[in-house]
């Protein structure tokens, strides 16, 4: 059995690796339609993989510039090995002792521990960063942005979840318009074109 360190490491890489799932699927159906009820009716909820062999076909018949194709690629590319390094530890067969794991079909053991699935949660969390600002890159090309003095705000594709970091907190209200800014300060929230910041939001910026 891991020690307690790891194991918080291994959770927090499951949540940050559902977001991803999440943000991912939100960029696919912005690409399919305005409406996530119709775009959930096209194309159903497809899994990680059928999402990523979506987007650029779909960005394509939107007609979304090259740079966007390309930066839309370059999410496509990071998501998945983010991912396929959350599989290789969670999806593989733990050793009763050693803390090990043998990777399906790899053929080879490694060592597990909260340094190296520390490692792993930040390509998840890198990935989340990337998707998140190919949504907003794709809302902005399909003109669904709505300017204002404080800059763009952008619609609620969330639900009851708001645009957040991958580590999500759960005193962040949702707001009918968000997206998250990382800056070397922390993390603030945008909402109908004002501006909170993360000590407004009661979110700790570490």
Same mark, same amino acid.
């Given at each position: 059995?891991?020690?307690?360190?790891?194991?918080?490491?291994?959770?927090?890489?499951?949540?940050?690796?559902?977001?991803?799932?999440?943000?991912?699927?939100?960029?696919?159906?912005?690409?399919?339609?305005?409406?996530?009820?119709?775009?959930?009716?096209?194309?159903?909820?497809?899994?990680?993989?059928?999402?990523?062999?979506?987007?650029?076909?779909?960005?394509?018949?939107?007609?979304?510039?090259?740079?966007?194709?390309?930066?839309?690629?370059?999410?496509?590319?990071?998501?998945?090995?983010?991912?396929?390094?959350?599989?290789?530890?969670?999806?593989?067969?733990?050793? !009763?002792?050693?803390?090990?794991?043998?990777?399906?079909?790899?053929? =080879?053991?490694?060592?597990?521990?909260?340094?190296?699935?520390?490692?792993?949660?930040?390509?998840?969390?890198?990935?989340?960063?990337?998707?998140?600002?190919?949504?907003?890159?794709?809302?902005?090309?399909?003109?669904?942005?709505?300017?204002?003095?404080?800059?763009?705000? =952008?619609?609620?594709?969330?639900?009851?979840?708001?645009?957040?970091?991958?580590?999500?907190?759960?005193?962040?209200?949702?707001?009918?318009?968000?997206?998250?800014?990382?800056?070397?300060?922390?993390? !603030?929230?945008?909402?109908?074109?004002?501006?909170?910041?993360?000590?407004?939001?009661?979110?700790?910026?570490?």
């Amino acid at each position: 059995m891991p020690d307690d360190e790891t194991l918080m490491e291994l959770g927090r890489m499951a949540v940050a690796a559902a977001e991803l799932e999440s943000l991912l699927r939100t960029l696919v159906y912005e690409l399919v339609s305005d409406s996530p009820e119709v775009s959930a009716t096209a194309i159903g909820n497809p899994g990680f993989a059928r999402m990523l062999e979506l987007v650029e076909p779909l960005a394509r018949a939107q007609g979304l510039p090259a740079a966007a194709v390309e930066l839309l690629l370059s999410a496509v590319s990071g998501s998945a090995e983010a991912m396929r390094g959350r599989n290789e530890i969670l999806h593989s067969r733990w050793a !009763s002792e050693n803390v090990q794991v043998r990777g399906r079909g790899i053929g =080879f053991h490694m060592e597990v521990s909260a340094e190296n699935v520390r490692v792993a949660l930040l390509r998840v969390q890198n990935a989340c960063r990337l998707v998140r600002h190919c949504w907003e890159e794709v809302v902005l090309a399909l003109g669904r942005a709505e300017a204002g003095e404080g800059g763009f705000s =952008f619609p609620d594709r969330w639900g009851s979840q708001v645009v957040r970091p991958a580590r999500p907190d759960p005193h962040v209200a949702p707001v009918a318009y968000a997206r998250a800014n990382f800056t070397g300060e922390g993390i !603030s929230i945008v909402t109908g074109g004002h501006r909170r910041t993360a000590e407004e939001q009661g979110v700790d910026a570490d």
